[in-house]
């Protein structure tokens, strides 16, 4: 284990029905990191077994935690809930379910990972690197991963506003225009003086080392692809959307960039690239 002074990593998965791609997800930045933060949100799959599996595999590493509460959709049902200034301090709600996660981590640093990424090369390469740095924040992509798990996925259309016209609630995230990569994001930073907030479509990460200035002294912009996202290879990617922005992102997704050979031999790695959700 390393000190304090060599910036210890406490990684933070959220987890519901994760059971087809959680193992490896977890298994591929075991290495990287002093402290797995395992938090499971109401799973009916055998995702509790796959947590126990990896608990025992990592007894000093993985601690692991039950969140009770149903969480809104994302999309209308937040946004229904949210505008409701009483409520919003409901358990029921994405910023304050992270903020419970968070406050479970115990490390300096913490590693915003899903049960459904697996860490590339650059992803190692880039952690190693800001480990030596004076920076203590990361920003980073993924590249969502078709389901036949030879190509990602592209958008049919990138008109913003025609696919915000068929919505409830006319917000989206910005990587809907593309669906190939994944919107480069703060997934890790300081645990100091950092916060979840309510947004609109769902929550977002404060931080003072995230902001104005002190964000391009602070932070690491990696623009190689860190993680291939496996959502949409699951036999239900569409959990926690609400069903106008499913039908957004169903509707306009097709055929992209086929997979490069080192992609395609990372999803043989985790045994993952002759699975079909």
């Excluded at 915003?112 to 990361?138: E, H, L, N, P, Q």
């Excluded at 958008?155 to 609630?169: G, H, I, N, Y």
């Excluded at 890790?188 to 404060?206: I, K």
Aim: charged share 25%.
């Amino acid at each position: 284990m390393r000190g304090s002074n060599q910036k210890d990593v406490s990684a933070m998965i959220r987890i519901r029905d994760e059971e087809e791609f959680l193992y490896p997800a977890v298994k591929s930045i075991a290495d990287c990191v002093d402290e797995i933060v395992l938090v499971d949100n109401l799973s009916t799959d055998r995702t509790p077994s796959v947590i126990e599996s990896l608990r025992l595999e990592y007894p000093n590493k993985v601690t692991c935690y039950q969140y009770p509460y149903a969480l809104h959709d994302r999309g209308k049902d937040h946004w229904e809930l949210a505008a409701i200034l009483e409520a919003r301090s409901s358990p029921h709600l994405s910023h304050n379910y992270y903020n419970w996660c968070l406050r479970k981590c115990t490390k300096p640093y913490i590693l915003i990972w899903d049960g459904d990424m697996i860490a590339t090369d650059a992803f190692y390469d880039s952690i190693k690197a800001w480990r030596g740095s004076t920076k203590v924040a990361m920003v980073f992509k993924g590249a969502n991963v078709h389901s036949d798990l030879q190509h990602l996925i592209a958008a049919k259309s990138s008109d913003r506003d025609a696919l915000a016209a068929s919505l409830t609630v006319p917000v989206f995230p910005g990587w809907v225009t593309s669906m190939t990569y994944t919107t480069p994001e703060p997934r890790l930073f300081p645990r100091f003086l950092a916060t979840f907030e309510m947004g609109q479509w769902t929550h977002h990460l404060a931080s003072p080392f995230l902001r104005g200035r002190l964000a391009s002294h602070c932070c690491q912009r990696i623009e190689d692809v860190c993680y291939l996202h496996l959502k949409f290879c699951k036999r239900n990617p569409y959990t926690r959307w609400s069903p106008d922005f499913v039908h957004v992102i169903s509707s306009n997704m097709t055929v992209g960039p086929p997979l490069s050979s080192e992609w395609r031999a990372l999803l043989r790695h985790w045994q993952v690239d002759g699975r079909r959700a």
